[in-house]
């Protein structure tokens, strides 16, 4: 049994993405254990870019936030699973806000794995999620993760939208194969 983590990006509760982090959940959480973590929740703020994380005890950030709450969840987690509305071809400012504080060396103590993607976005063009997807393959690649997987649903903007796609049902199957 691993021990998955969702980070929902989205600010708007109830809506399409955290709709589909649900559907993902209850998919993994028939074999593994689950712990969902609405991002747009906390109060993180964002990096300073001052590297004292290098020379601090433990490696912690010098900024005490809703960052020790998200490094907490992450030294028990073996799979990571972000979800994130896209917002002009990128994710939620919440979720890069996060992110971008990993940027530490803490974040090599993490049992982290695995990485998976969950994103929806308004619009229907084809490359819609190019540059998220990019950058996704690069932090595969440069923290060596195992792709765990990724689901993309376009067209979603509305509240509930994502339940007149096939998107749910391509969570809750995310959710049962990651493992």
Excluded: W
Aim: charged share 20%; glycine share 10%; proline share 4%.
């Amino acid at each position: 049994m691993s021990r998955i983590a969702v980070l929902v990006g989205s600010p708007r509760k109830g809506g399409n993405t955290d709709l589909l982090a649900r559907a993902f959940a209850e998919g993994a959480g028939l074999r593994h254990q689950v712990s969902m973590l609405s991002v747009a929740g906390l109060d993180i703020h964002p990096c300073r870019g001052c590297n004292a994380c290098y020379a601090s005890e433990g490696n912690r950030c010098i900024q005490q936030d809703g960052m020790d709450q998200v490094y907490e969840l992450l030294h028990q987690t073996d799979i990571l699973v972000c979800a994130s509305p896209v917002y002009f071809y990128g994710i939620s400012a919440q979720l890069k806000t996060l992110i971008d504080r990993l940027h530490a060396p803490l974040r090599d103590q993490f049992p982290i794995r695995k990485l998976g993607l969950i994103l929806v976005g308004a619009a229907r063009l084809p490359e819609l999620f190019d540059p998220i997807l990019l950058q996704y393959r690069m932090l595969l690649e440069f923290f060596q993760l195992e792709d765990g997987g990724t689901v993309l649903v376009r067209g979603c903007r509305d509240k509930g939208d994502v339940c007149r796609t096939d998107g749910l049902r391509q969570a809750r199957e995310l959710g049962l194969r990651i493992g």
